[in-house]
């Protein structure tokens, strides 16, 4: 592990289990069709990046970065069909 982890291993642990809780209320509100699910997935992701970047996890930092884009298409594309529903009615 690199030297930040290992100085500071107890924030960077409660960090971890802040973007866990992130996905998992971000997963709940999808499930419940709200909106503000990608918002929290988006925030998650982000919360991953440093987190991977100080432990040296590439993959990890890899797969959020592109979750983290495919999270902000999915919250365009809903908020746009949302916007184009409130014009239909």
Request: some cysteine; overall charge positive.
């Amino acid at each position: 592990m690199s030297a930040v982890l290992s100085d500071g291993a107890g924030l960077w642990q409660v960090f971890g289990w802040v973007a866990i809780g992130l996905d998992i209320c971000g997963n709940v509100l999808l499930g419940a069709k709200r909106q503000s699910g990608w918002l929290v997935w988006i925030v998650c992701n982000a919360c991953w990046v440093p987190y991977a970047i100080a432990s040296s996890s590439w993959a990890v930092l890899a797969n959020h970065v592109v979750f983290g884009l495919f999270n902000v298409y999915g919250w365009y594309k809903w908020r746009r069909s949302s916007v184009a529903s409130l014009g239909a009615k």
